[in-house]
Each structure stands twice: as structure tokens, then as C-alpha cells.
């Protein structure tokens, strides 16, 4: 699996297209004096951002020469306009993030030698969200983010008022891999099959507390003791039926979530819990 590398950039402005906001910086530590100070960690994800990211569906190991060919390799060479012996990193959502430098380019196609491993493979806090699909844009939106904010895992749920009952699994695979590569992520989250509500429910494994946000009240995320392993739900924009909620309260895993005063958007509630739930119980601790 693979996709463009669109990390963002640093000192270009927001407004400049999406591509144009990645840095191309192939220049020494002499021209960032301002990171020298940083420690050794810090130092190395910051210039980690000079090198467009890519992840490939092949194992990395130091001295591997993977070909990259497809959408990636149009990307890299015309758009990027790599040349053999620039560096850029590699992911394979099997054994971290790997330092390689281009090597062959073909018309087509460019060969990359495998270098050095960077990073290992991320180990991110056991969050699943659960949500009902809602209109494409806003769809991707949810992925997007949740992505970013360090889900480990998206399982779209088709409930009485879902309108959006047919998910394009490549589609949101694409949206994984681009936002993986520009938030600088090292394993995918897992993507699951869509489920009906019912089915969710009956096979629900015991360990795991299920915090359901509740239009009608719940207790705040503050005061609700759910570390992993936990997962949120989301209703579509319709909200839940009366059936539905009487099926969710009946359920011993789950915990009624308030997501404050407003009645909010089905995307919003998504990645208004999950960030409450990272600052809570997660890793941004």
C-alpha cells in the first residue's frame, strides 16, 4: 500500500497548496542553527521533516532496495523532482520508520536504498472509534483526524439514521496512509469492516469500556475513569433512535460520555472525544 508523501512543511505559509508546503531540505545542520540547541530526540523528528515520507506495502531492513513505482514514484520524481542520492523515509506499518536515499530513477519508477531505521514501530494508545459514516468530505475529515490524534483503530458502524451505508474501503485507506505520512505516524490504524449497531454490540469483548456520546447527558470526560483498552462511539447526523439508545444503555460495557452544553456535529463529536480521551487516558498525558 502506498500513497503520496505530503508531510507539511515549515515557513510556508497555510494558504500555499498542500504540496508546495513540503520542505525539500537537503542542507546540513549548519543552516539550522536554532535546532542545535534541541536534544538528540526532538533534533531528529524535527529534520525528519525535511525528507518527504512514504509508506510502502514492503519490509524494510537496512541495505533493502525496495522499487517504488505507481502515483508515488509520478509524485517524487516530477512533482518533488528527486534525484538519485536525495534522502527521504520510508514506513512499511511493520518495523518503523527507515532513512533511505534514491538511487536509480526510471521513467516510471525509482529505486530506493534502505539505510538506516530512524524510528521503531509506534505503539499508540489502545483507542478504537467507532462511528457512523456520514457525507464524503466530512467522512474523510473523521479519518483525517482521528488518524493524527492517534487511534488505533476506526470501525464505522451503520445505525437506523446512517445515510452513508456503503464505505469505500480504498478510499479511507488513502486518507490513512496521507495523514500517517504527514503526522509522522509509524503504524496504521487498523481499519475494520462496517458493522450494524446490533452486531457491535453482541460481540463487544467485556474488557473493553465503550463511552457512548450521549446527546441527552453522560458524565464529562474528566470525570469518567476509562483508560484503555477504550473505545468511543458516535451517532450519525441524525442522532441515535429511542431503540438505539435503550439497546446502548442496556449494555454493561458502556459509559454515557456528555461532550458539554451544544448539540455538536456527528464529525465534531468524533474528534471532540477522541482529543478529550488522548488529554485524558492517552498519550498526550
Not at 29 to 47: E, V
Not at 191 to 197: D, I, R
Not at 243 to 266: D, K, N, Q, T, Y
Amino acid at each position: 500500500m502506498a500513497n503520496h508523501p505530503l508531510p507539511h512543511g515549515e515557513g510556508v505559509p497555510d494558504s500555499a497548496p498542500k504540496r508546495d508546503r513540503i520542505v525539500r531540505g537537503r542542507a546540513g545542520w549548519a543552516n539550522f542553527p536554532h535546532l542545535l540547541s534541541l536534544g538528540d530526540a526532538r533534533r531528529s523528528r524535527l529534520a525528519a521533516r525535511q525528507h518527504p515520507r512514504l509508506f510502502i506495502d514492503t519490509p524494510l531492513s537496512a541495505g533493502a532496495t525496495p522499487a517504488i513505482d505507481g502515483a508515488p514514484a509520478h509524485y517524487l520524481v516530477n512533482v518533488m523532482r528527486m534525484k538519485a542520492g536525495d534522502p527521504l523515509l520510508l514506513c512499511d506499518n511493520r518495523s518503523g520508520e527507515w532513512l533511505g536515499t534514491v538511487s536509480d530513477i526510471a521513467r516510471r519508477a525509482l529505486t530506493v536504498r534502505v539505510e538506516r531505521q530512524t524510528r521503531p514501530l509506534e505503539q499508540v494508545p489502545d483507542l478504537w472509534l467507532c462511528f457512523a459514516p456520514v457525507k464524503k468530505a466530512r467522512l474523510d475529515w473523521i479519518v483525517e483526524k482521528a488518524t493524527e490524534l492517534g487511534i488505533a483503530r476506526l470501525q464505522p458502524v451503520i445505525t437506523e439514521r446512517t445515510i452513508v451505508e456503503r464505505v469505500k474501503r480504498e478510499r479511507i485507506l488513502a486518507q490513512i496512509v496521507e495523514a500517517c505520512e504527514q503526522c509522522g505516524r509509524t503504524a496504521l490504524p487498523d481499519l475494520a469492516e462496517p458493522v450494524k449497531l446490533p452486531h457491535l454490540l453482541k460481540g463487544w469483548p467485556a474488557e473493553r469500556a465503550l463511552l457512548f456520546a450521549d446527546e441527552e447527558g453522560g458524565v464529562p470526560m474528566a470525570k469518567l475513569e476509562a483508560p484503555a483498552p477504550a473505545a468511543i462511539l458516535t451517532g450519525p447526523e441524525g442522532g441515535f433512535t429511542a431503540r438505539e439508545r435503550e439497546m446502548l444503555l442496556a449494555s454493561p460495557a458502556v459509559r454515557r460520555l456528555a461532550l458539554g452544553p451544544r448539540i455538536l456535529r456527528a464529525e465534531t463529536a468524533a474528534i471532540a472525544a477522541t482529543a478529550l480521551w488522548m488529554a485524558r487516558h492517552g498519550d498526550w498525558r
